[in-house]
C-alpha cells in the first residue's frame, strides 16, 4: 500500500512537472510566435513608410515638372506676345510711313520764292481752287 501511495504521489509529482514544461513551452512558443508577430510588424511598417516616403516625393516631382511646364508655357505666351506686339508696332510704323507718304504725294509744294506769285494766282481765279463736295 505504501509502495502504491509512493507511486501515485511520484506520478503526481511528475505530472506536474511535465504540465509545467509544456506551459513553459508554450509560453516560450507563444513569445516566439509575438516576437516574429511584432518583428512583421515593424517591417510593414517600415516598408508602408517607405512608399509613403516615395509617393510623396514623386508628388511633389510631378508638382515641381507642373509648375515648370507651366512657367516654360507662359514664358512662351509672353515671347508670342512680345513677338506679337513688336510686329504690330512695326505694321503700325509702316502703315503710318505709308499715310506720310501719300499727304506728301497729294500735296503740292511752293517754293517760297513763288508764293507771292501764287496768291496771286489764287485769289485772280478762286474756280481753280474750289473742292467739289
Known amino acids: 500500500r505504501e509502495a502504491r501511495t509512493k ?35 515593424a517591417v510593414v ?10 509617393k510623396k516625393a514623386q508628388v511633389q516631382a510631378n508638382l515641381a515638372e507642373q509648375r515648370l511646364l507651366k512657367q516654360e508655357k507662359e514664358e512662351e505666351r509672353r515671347l508670342r506676345e512680345d513677338a506679337f506686339r513688336e510686329k ?14 501719300l499727304l506728301e504725294e497729294s500735296v503740292e509744294w511752293i ?17 481753280v481752287f474750289a473742292v467739289d463736295n
Open 45 to 54: 511598417q517600415a516598408e508602408k513608410a517607405e512608399r509613403k516616403l516615395a
Open 88 to 101: 504690330l508696332a512695326y505694321t503700325n510704323l509702316l502703315t503710318d510711313m505709308q499715310k506720310g507718304w
Open 7 to 41: 507511486y501515485k504521489n511520484e506520478m503526481t509529482e511528475l505530472r506536474k512537472r511535465f504540465a509545467e514544461e509544456v506551459k513553459e513551452l508554450e509560453q516560450g512558443r507563444k513569445e516566439e510566435f509575438e516576437r516574429k508577430i511584432a518583428e512583421r510588424d
Open 111 to 127: 517754293d517760297p520764292e513763288d508764293l507771292e506769285e501764287e496768291i496771286i494766282y489764287a485769289l485772280e481765279n478762286p474756280e
